[in-house]
């Protein structure tokens, strides 16, 4: 299936879940439902869970005034942001990040040093560096997902990377 399959796929199943398809809106979560994990973790920590579940609850709600089917990855990704700050900043706390996508798979000791370095990374700093390196969006469009300026996402990201590369070669 080609990429442009895939997109008129999800379009069809975001409109029938619009519509109270249950099944639909079923189906569209368990899609969903990996991708915010994703973006949660490493920015909730170890609230990512519950950030992750705030943002399909949100997105289940709120599906119906999504008026581009079509940007339903964009839009769920803010929202997931959006939840994993506001979980992060509840914690009140600066705790590591799940870039668990990152190490090798079965390197659980990667995977701790690197939690235990985005510890020390505040959530906004956090959410700076999935954006821009694990989302791979450009600076103004995660200024326009986190609502900044475009320079405080570069200063941020500039401290975020300082931050972690200090600490990692520490």
């Not at 769920?76 to 900043?89: N, Y």
């Not at 668990?100 to 701790?112: E, I, K, V, Y």
Request: glycine share 6%; proline share 4%; charged share 30%.
């Amino acid at each position: 299936m080609s990429d442009d399959d895939d997109r008129a796929a999800t379009v069809r199943l975001v409109r029938a879940a619009q519509r109270g398809d249950t099944l639909a809106m079923a189906t569209l979560l368990d899609e969903l439902a990996p991708y915010v994990g994703r973006i949660c973790g490493p920015i909730a920590l170890d609230q990512g869970a519950d950030a992750a579940q705030e943002a399909l609850v949100a997105v289940f709600r709120s599906l119906r005034s999504l008026k581009d089917p079509a940007a339903v990855r964009g839009w769920v990704r803010a929202i997931a942001v959006r939840e994993a700050v506001r979980m992060a900043r509840r914690s009140a706390r600066a705790v590591p990040a799940d870039l668990s996508t990152l190490p090798a798979r079965g390197d659980l000791q990667l995977a701790a040093d690197i939690r235990d370095v985005l510890d020390r990374l505040s959530p906004e700093h956090r959410a700076v560096l999935v954006l821009r390196d694990v989302e791979g969006l450009d600076e103004r469009a995660a200024a326009e997902l986190l609502g900044v300026r475009v320079g405080t996402v570069k200063s941020r990201l500039s401290r975020a990377r300082d931050t972690f590369r200090k600490a990692w070669t520490s």
